[in-house]
């Protein structure tokens, strides 16, 4: 069976460990507004392995299906 070069899982560009979607915590009404307006959505994503986060547009995040 050939391997595939392409990932579907987004990596650490640290250590290659796989990048997790977090959600942030938003606690007050001014942090909630503040995302429920933003005009392009974005993930946070955190490495698995050491920790390291980013944040990603939606449409140039890569997760598994």
Do not use: F, N, Y
Not at 3 to 24: E, H, M, R, Y
């Amino acid at each position: 069976m050939t391997k595939s070069t392409s990932s579907l899982v987004a990596t650490c560009p640290d250590c290659g460990g796989i990048l997790q979607p977090v959600a942030l915590e938003r606690l007050t009404s001014s942090e909630v507004a503040l995302s429920d307006a933003a005009l392009t959505p974005t993930l946070h994503l955190q490495c698995l392995l050491c920790g390291h986060e980013e944040d990603r547009a939606d449409d140039e995040a890569v997760l598994p299906a």
